[in-house]
């Protein structure tokens, strides 16, 4: 009881560090090095643009996705609940917290089932790779998705968070080998993500050939965790080493062009510092299948349903505009000639 304690205690660190605290990236996305080349000309009517596609056989209305953060306490409870709801009015996917908190407690296991909120969205679990290194057999991966009715399971990757947490666990050995034995034994497909520091191309061609279902590069640019379990630090040395590490990780633009080609033809999300819906359809053009964001989400879900709904809304809207103004009647159509880079100082 005194660890499943100890991570509700850290679950509920991460919300308010992440609410209260600047624990941005020192890089960019990379993003802005890029922009959309308007079409004055679009030849389409704003309601004829359509943002539905099919992943894993779930109809999805939009391709946006509500990335991983929270669960485990009461707090996390209702900000899930609000996500859910808000992501079952507007179409989006919804990604949860990594759920070990509730594989250690089943009594916390509420606090993530939130499939009667939203029966139709495309619904993600969440446990830790590295979790397979530490008495995690297939199992409890399979208990994670059955825990919320998901559709499929993202096996986050976090080396760097991990070696910065007191309690973290840093064996990161054989997990290649481990993580394409569950693929074949689990039954659902398997994505894999980054927390926030990008996924390299090495990796990406390690993680294909492990039958891995899909990819979130959750690239570097936005929230970084070394910050946020800087100011989770009383030791002021081991603050000052997790401080060392902000500028770590390849920005979110990077990862993605990076990860792509190797991953042939299998999904790729892009997450990692979005802030609008014009950045999800560039990481769109550069070739991802859904932009995932969690700052804006969470922030919104924390405080009101309401809230939630409209941050929603308006993002969605941005990703139908920016369709409109550079001629993109379908998702199809984002071609990479309507994407532009921008000229660099120097």
Not at 83 to 95: C, S
Not at 126 to 145: E, P, W
Not at 189 to 206: D, Q, T
Not at 234 to 255: C, E, H, I, M
Request: hydrophobic share 45%; proline share 4%.
């Amino acid at each position: 009881m005194k660890k499943d304690t100890q991570i509700a205690a850290r679950k509920d660190d991460h919300i308010r560090i992440n609410l209260e605290e600047d624990v941005a990236s020192g890089l960019t996305t990379g993003l802005e090095r890029y922009r959309l080349v308007h079409q004055a000309l679009p030849e389409l009517a704003l309601e004829e643009v359509e943002l539905g596609q099919t992943l894993f056989g779930v109809q999805q209305r939009v391709p946006v996705l509500v990335s991983s953060m929270t669960g485990g306490t009461e707090r996390a409870a209702r900000i899930n609940r609000h996500l859910a709801q808000a992501a079952e009015t507007l179409g989006l996917a919804l990604g949860l917290g990594s759920q070990r908190a509730a594989i250690e407690n089943p009594a916390l296991a509420e606090s993530f089932q939130v499939r009667r909120y939203a029966p139709n969205i495309l619904l993600l679990a969440n446990l830790g790779a590295v979790q397979l290194n530490a008495g995690y057999g297939v199992d409890a991966y399979r208990r994670a998705v059955e825990m919320i009715e998901a559709d499929a399971l993202i096996l986050h990757l976090n080396p760097l968070q991990e070696v910065l947490q007191p309690e973290g666990q840093t064996d990161f050995r054989g997990l290649v080998d481990k993580i394409a034995a569950l693929r074949v034994k689990l039954g659902v497909p398997i994505i894999v993500k980054e927390v926030g520091w990008g996924l390299s191309a090495a990796a990406a061609r390690l993680l294909y050939e492990a039958g891995v279902d899909a990819l979130d590069v959750a690239g570097a640019g936005g929230t970084s965790w070394s910050q946020v379990e800087m100011h989770r630090q009383s030791d002021p040395y081991r603050a000052q080493t997790a401080a060392a590490f902000v500028d770590w990780g390849l920005p979110t633009a990077d990862s993605l062009l990076a990860v792509k080609p190797v991953f042939h033809d299998r999904p790729v999300f892009a997450s990692g510092g979005l802030r609008s819906g014009v950045e999800i359809v560039k990481c769109l053009v550069l070739g991802a299948s859904m932009g995932g964001m969690a700052g804006p989400f969470l922030k919104a879900a924390d405080e009101s349903l309401e809230a939630t709904v409209k941050t929603m809304q308006m993002i969605v809207e941005q990703v139908r505009i920016a369709m409109f103004a550079c001629g993109a009647r379908r998702l199809a159509d984002l071609s990479p000639e309507k994407l532009n880079p921008t000229p660099q100082e120097g």
